[in-house]
């Protein structure tokens, strides 16, 4: 079955850097998407970036855009999350999550039909 690992998760300063990595396995990934959100507390979960894994293209919310790069691995089936310039307003849980593609839809959580456990990235002032 489709299995997700995220890691990269941690404690850091105002305008800190974190990468976040996705272990993906379980299934073929060509005709997918694979995206990154947050969850904070007492808020709902919302899209950070989205990575499409055939063509490679990326998205992004507009606050992610400039400081944040999602990218990915053929090789070792992983995405990842370059996080610069953290701000206290980026503290959450961390989740990937993977679903079929399809225009447009990559930003709802409701097109990913497998999460991982999530990673807590917290970011002091």
């Known amino acids: 079955q489709v299995q997700l690992v995220e890691s990269g998760g941690g404690l850091v300063q105002t305008g800190g850097s974190l990468r976040l990595s996705c272990a993906a396995s379980g299934r073929t990934f060509t005709g997918y998407v694979m995206g990154w959100f947050r969850q904070a507390p007492g808020k709902e979960r919302e899209f950070v970036a989205a990575i499409r894994w055939t063509t490679g293209s990326t998205y992004y919310t507009d606050s992610a855009k400039g400081r944040f790069t999602i990218s990915r691995d053929n090789t070792k089936i992983t995405v990842y999350l370059q996080m610069n310039s953290l701000k206290p307003e980026d503290t959450a849980v961390y989740y990937c999550?993977?679903?079929?593609?399809?225009?447009?839809?990559?930003?709802?959580?409701?097109?990913?039909?497998?999460w991982g456990q999530g990673t807590q990235v917290t970011v002091s002032s």
């Open positions: 999550g993977t679903g079929p593609y399809s225009s447009g839809t990559y930003y709802n959580t409701g097109t990913y039909d497998h």
